[in-house]
């Protein structure tokens, strides 16, 4: 390190450098609100589903005809952990599962192989299969959940309205998708007496036939004329009900309309389609994810410009209200780490100025805006956002990327105060610190190497952490053998006492200490190896838990009833549940999910998948206090009112989800 000083040549290039610092404050300042913001980072789902269905099926002919002949194929798939099957009369769902191993930019393709593999066999299933069909499309986050509850207005007219609103949202930059929550599909019911018809001799598939041959869409061919060509079409498509019951059909013989021996009336799907309800009443809710590389902040206050503006022009009765706020999150994230950064500042002031005084500490706080300046951009480049992984790891690097400045200061104080010149007194610091402070620095790297080149989930999730702290520690070197000196160089002074001044009350204090120890040196090993052993005592004591708990309100109810369990029971189950929250003063709101799983409002969720017999519940609590009372609460009441289901009550947890 003795061939280069970069102290020296920084201190013969001080306009350059004061442009650099200059520079790299601005950039850092607007790379800073440029970053996107998320609340988790971004890893890959390595789980494919895989649906068929084969109506009037039994359970055993579903399960060897379909299941099996599915899984066998499957089983070829490159990378494959395990699959996972389940069966019930006419219905398959199988999920393949990747090994963690498997790299990301693998996944696709295996997915796409899935696809064909479960192509070339198509042919061999049973005549009547419907699909197999696939989803893979996991990562999708709906950090901004609206919910519409209507008062005097059908669910078509609310829909009519909501459809609307979706459209408009559409438009809002960063906005990727919007998926529809809660609404139910219109049908036309043609209802007759079976046995009314049998006694007229009309046979109820040809009556079947008749009404699809009336409604079918046919070509009718084209008009050509000299100068341009008119497509014909045929009418008497059905437009209304009316025009249903005006149909007429040869039945023996006889001219029979449809009015006379059926009843014709527009509903929704029976039994009902997943369903969704806000703080106990039906609802229609709008999920709205955002692109990748957005933030989460902008399209939060964007998507609420925009609400507003349309909530403005709903009609009175119908009301919107917000059941998941990402951007809330994130913000408040945001603020902590804002709050602890200049906390760290205080603090290492405050510490600098008490062990080396006011300007040497002044010198080391100020590396920590330079430091963290050239961080940001470098994170931006590398497409790093701010998200609880990366804030997390500026946190701990904040600890970790002052150490080489306050090196760096201490030698030049030490060196001042024996008569060296400022200059002479920072090349030395350069000659003797530089190669060991990049040692130390790569060997603190290093304890993050595993993290940084797991290659699982749980490894993608937390690869921030290596990314970031890698690059704070490296950045701080720089700027401890670049910057420093020249801070150093303007802010120390030359101490008036001499070098060979008595110790102050601190150092006396542990130059006492540190001669006694080596004075008593069997006995201060002895005592650290006491140390050692009672902490590998006490390790198994601790709690085993690789991601702490979330510390967001909200509070995840499952509902789990018999497998033959109807949509219906779901419906009564759930209502069950709100009467409980209903009323409850830990309750902020909650939001209920009936036949499906809440969908993915919050990264590391586990999905549920759609089933008649399944109900969830996203309870919001006042704070974090109140979602451990509310916890113990409605564990207790649902063991109690609910003796029959499957309950499962639990907060929100960090990570990948493990099922």
């Known amino acids: 390190m003795n061939s280069l000083n970069l102290s020296d040549w920084a201190l013969k290039h001080r306009s350059f450098i004061v442009f650099i610092m200059a520079a790299v404050t601005l950039a850092g300042i607007a790379s800073f609100f440029s970053l996107g913001r998320a609340e988790d980072p971004p890893f890959t789902f390595r789980t494919m589903i895989v649906q068929a269905g084969w109506p009037g099926a039994s359970m055993d002919d579903t399960l060897q005809q379909v299941t099996e002949r599915l899984e066998r194929k499957l089983q070829e798939t490159r990378g494959l952990d395990f699959l996972r099957s389940y069966t019930i009369p006419g219905q398959t769902t199988i999920f393949v599962n990747l090994k963690g191993s498997t790299r990301p930019s693998e996944v696709p393709d295996i997915w796409y192989q899935v696809r064909k593999n479960i192509g070339d066999i198509r042919g061999t299933l049973p005549a009547g299969v419907v699909g197999p069909g696939f989803n893979d499309d996991f990562g999708d986050t709906f950090g901004l959940i609206y919910g519409f509850t209507a008062d005097g207005f059908s669910q078509r007219e609310l829909r009519d309205y909501v459809e609307n609103i979706r459209s408009r949202l559409l438009q809002v930059p960063d906005v990727s998708k919007i998926e529809l929550l809660g609404a139910q599909d219109e049908q036309i019911y043609v209802e007759f007496s079976t046995q009314e018809i049998a006694g007229l001799g009309i046979d109820r598939g040809a009556l079947i036939a008749a009404l699809r041959a009336q409604n079918a869409v046919s070509p009718a061919g084209a008009l050509e004329t ?76 964007n998507v609420k410009r925009a609400i507003d503006e349309q909530v403005a022009n709903l009609p009175l009765g119908i009301d919107a209200a917000l059941v998941s706020d990402q951007p809330v999150v994130v913000r408040t994230a945001i603020s902590e780490f804002t709050e602890s950064l200049w906390q760290a500042i205080a603090i290492i002031m405050a510490v600098s100025i008490v062990s080396l005084g006011f300007r040497p500490g002044a ?157 008593l040196r069997w006995i201060t090993i002895a005592a650290a190896l006491a140390c050692f052993v009672v902490a590998l005592l006490a390790l198994p004591y601790v709690p085993r838990q690789f991601f702490p708990a979330s510390d967001r309100p909200e509070l995840v ?66 704070d974090v206090p109140a979602r451990e009372r509310l916890q113990a609460k409605l564990e207790k009441a649902l063991a109690e009112q609910m003796p029959s289901a499957v309950t499962r009550v639990s907060p929100l947890e960090l990570g990948p989800p493990v099922g």
Do not use: C
């Open 226 to 301: 000299g100068q341009e060509k008119i497509s014909l079409r045929v009418s008497g498509a059905f437009r209304s009900e009316a025009d249903l019951l005006d149909v007429n059909f040869l039945s023996n013989g006889r001219l029979v309309r449809l009015r006379d021996i059926a009843t014709v009336r527009r509903g929704y799907s029976d039994p009902p389609q997943p369903m969704f309800r806000v703080n106990g009443k039906p609802a229609i809710g709008l999920a709205i994810a955002m692109r990748d590389g957005g933030d989460i902040l902008a399209l939060g206050r």
């Open 363 to 519: 010198v080391v706080a100020l590396s920590i805006p330079l430091t963290m300046a050239i961080v940001f951009p470098i994170m931006e480049l590398l497409g790093i956002d701010l998200q609880r992984i990366s804030l997390g790891a500026l946190i701990i690097a904040l600890g970790l990327l002052v150490d080489d400045a306050m090196t760096t200061v201490d030698v030049m104080t030490s060196r001042l105060a024996a008569g060296d010149s400022k200059d002479h007194a920072a090349s030395y610091a350069y000659k003797t610190l530089a190669l060991p402070m990049l040692t130390g620095t790569f060997v603190t790297i290093a304890g993050f190497v595993p993290i940084g080149f797991a290659r699982s989930a749980a490894g993608e999730y937390t690869f921030s952490i290596f990314a970031v702290v890698t690059i704070a520690l490296i950045v701080s070197w720089f700027v401890a053998v670049l910057f420093a000196p020249l801070l150093g160089v303007w802010l120390l002074k030359k101490p008036s006492k001499p070098a060979d001044a008595p110790p102050n009350f601190v150092m006396r204090t542990f130059k006492s200490i540190l001669v006694g120890a080596m004075r």
């Open 557 to 622: 109810v499952d509902l789990t009833l018999p497998q033959n369990a109807s949509i219906f029971a779901s419906e009564d189950a759930s209502a069950k549940l709100d009467a409980m929250l209903k009323n409850d003063p830990d309750v902020a709101s909650w939001s209920t999910y009936v036949g499906r799983g809440a969908i993915r409002f919050y990264l590391p969720l586990d999905v549920k998948l759609a089933n008649d017999f399944f109900s969830q519940a996203v309870v919001i609590a006042k």
